[in-house]
């Protein structure tokens, strides 16, 4: 395993789901009377890794039909549109 890779992943998905709303979601669970609190953190752990495992497929299968790459010019561009507009939805 290589953990400079392991841990910057690890990094990235950890600061990006904090305050996500996945987390508030798990959060609400959590906070209702009478909720077994391993079987929210089961469930969302096991949403969290269904998710992952669609990203990681997806992201195979998209890496061979276009260079990896580009697929980072075009993440980067769309997390510039996505910032723009984010911005613009809060200026207006």
């Known amino acids: 395993m290589d953990w400079k890779i392991f ?6 998905v950890f600061l990006a789901e904090l305050g996500d709303k996945t987390q ?4 609400l669970f959590a906070s209702r009377e009478n909720v077994n609190l391993m079987t929210v ?3 969302a752990s096991m949403a969290l890794i ?5 990203g ?9 039909q276009i260079d990896p790459r580009y697929l980072s010019y075009i993440a ?3 997390f510039i ?3 723009i507009w984010t911005l613009w939805q809060a200026a207006n």
């Open 81 to 83: 549109v996505i910032g």
């Open 7 to 12: 841990l910057t992943i690890f990094g990235t």
């Open 24 to 27: 508030l979601a798990t959060l």
């Open 56 to 64: 990681v497929a997806a992201g195979s299968f998209v890496a061979d």
């Open 50 to 54: 269904a998710t992952s495992a669609i």
């Open 76 to 78: 980067g561009v769309g």
């Open 41 to 43: 953190f089961l469930a």
